[in-house]
Every structure is written in C-alpha cells, then in structure tokens.
C-alpha cells in the first residue's frame, strides 16, 4: 500500500506558476513510476505528466508539454510538479498517482491515488 498526499495548490493569475508536491509513504518509494493527473469541473479525470522510478525518463500530455516539469527525489519520497505560463484551462483538482515500475509511462495505470489540490487559474 502507497499512500500519498498533495500540496502546494492554489490561486494564481494567468501567467502565473505553481509548484505541486507529493509526499509518498508505505511501500518503497522507488519502486513505483509517479505521475500527476488532473480533473477539471465537468470533465474526466486526465494525464498531465509522469515520471520513472529511477528519473531518468518524463512524460507529459501535449498540453502540458514545455510549460510543466515533473521531477522526484526519492530519498524524501516526493514528486514535484512545476507549473510555469498556467492559463485558466489548467483549472483543476491535481492528483499523485503511482505505478508499478515495470509499466512504462505510455501506458501509466494509477495503482494508488492521492486526495487531490485544487488548483485554480484566474483570467
């Protein structure tokens, strides 16, 4: 069992930057691939980015791609999500997720799942 929980959402103007954070406990940290994802009102639950246990590979949704960096230090058991240039369509609940390790990021199957941060862009 992984258990996770994210901080670091917010208000922020269009433009503006966020940094996301994950704190991961239970089974070994380094074991699972981490990833984020996202929920907007009204939508379905979304891919934003992943990265692997060893952090040698990233992934990220078209969206996201050059505005958004993922990034893990697995001696504090955290994933971090920077968020530069956010505009009112990033408007969401923010999830940590993980994934077996053996899986590769194009196929990011969330085996555990944290509460969710809100995060919200005004205009």
């Known amino acids: 069992q992984v258990q996770l929980v994210e901080s670091g959402g917010g208000l922020v103007q269009a433009g503006g930057s966020l940094r996301l954070s994950c704190a991961a406990s239970?089974?070994?940290?380094?074991?699972?691939?981490m990833g984020w994802f996202r929920q907007a009102p009204g939508k379905a639950r979304e891919f934003v980015a992943a990265?692997?246990?060893?952090?040698?590979?990233?992934y990220y949704a078209d969206s996201v791609k050059g505005r958004f960096t993922i990034s893990r230090d697995n001696a504090k058991n955290t994933v971090d999500l920077q968020m530069n240039s956010l505009t009112p369509d990033d408007t969401a609940v923010y999830y940590c997720?993980?994934?077996?390790?053996?899986?590769?990021?194009?196929?990011?199957?969330?085996?555990?799942w944290g509460q969710g941060t809100q995060v919200t862009v005004s205009s």
């Open positions: 997720a993980a994934d077996l390790a053996t899986n590769p990021l194009v196929k990011f199957t969330p085996r555990y």
């Open positions: 990265i692997t246990w060893s952090t040698r590979s990233t």
């Open positions: 239970g089974r070994t940290f380094s074991s699972y691939n």
